[in-house]
């Protein structure tokens, strides 16, 4: 079984520059998260997809930050315009459901120069 | 905000010692899980924690939850390189939450 796909791996980008990522889930993972993990801490939940519908978006900087997830399958995260405090590698997660284990995608490094 | 507080944050020791790391908390969580992280990847499931007082064992590890389902530990038993990485402990189901609240994690380093 395919885990969960992230790309792209690396990207830099200088500040107040747009940059997207794109994650596809494990098939049938009714349930997508969007994670950022800056160095030294762990990862915080920006936002979770129970299908194409939103169900928690309450971390997410929305000045800034927007996620979709068309058709209820892969999903897209955008940052614009980025800051140097968005340094940091943003994980994608898929779950079956809302609860239990989450599957982690090996994440996208953001540097912010 | 559920806070996890995890501990030592660092710890690098030699092949073959033992270690235990803590996930400490003043919220209580329906079940509690312990990931760890390799450079490069996202965190993978090791275990999932459910019933106070709960022990699990999965090879050389050994995993406790609290009896009040606040806390939690991990014990390695002679730890080989192969364990070094990133051990992030999160609760599930804190303050009416199913979300997953990390901690900061425990940076392990076996050395030879």
């Known amino acids: 079984e395919a885990g969960v796909a992230q790309s792209p791996r690396y990207k830099i980008i200088e500040k107040r520059q747009s940059v997207a990522f794109w994650c596809n889930p494990i098939s049938g993972h009714a349930t997508l998260y969007w994670y950022q993990q800056i160095l030294g801490q762990g990862p915080k939940l920006l936002i979770q997809?129970?299908?194409?519908?939103?169900?928690?978006d309450s971390q997410l900087p929305k000045d800034r930050f927007s996620a979709e997830r068309l058709k209820g399958v892969d999903s897209t995260l955008k940052i614009q315009p980025a800051k140097l405090e968005d340094s940091a590698v943003y994980l994608c997660a898929s779950s079956p459901s809302g609860l239990g284990e989450q599957y982690f995608g090996p994440g996208t490094r953001l540097t912010v120069t | 905000t559920q806070l996890l507080e995890q501990s030592p944050q660092f710890l690098s020791i030699q092949e073959g010692e033992n270690l235990t790391v803590y996930c400490n908390s003043s919220s209580v969580f329906s079940s509690l899980q312990w990931y760890r992280q390799e450079p490069g990847e996202g965190p993978v499931l090791l275990v999932t924690?459910?019933?106070?007082?709960e022990v699990k064992k999965l090879k050389r590890l050994t995993f406790q939850f609290g009896d009040a389902r606040k806390d939690s530990s991990l014990h390695i038993t002679a730890a080989q390189p192969g364990d070094t990485g990133l051990y992030l402990c999160a609760g599930e189901g804190g303050a009416g939450s199913y979300q997953l609240t990390f901690g900061k994690g425990t940076k392990l380093s076996v050395i030879p």
């Open positions: 997809f129970q299908n194409n519908g939103v169900v928690d």
């Open positions: 924690v459910v019933t106070g007082g």
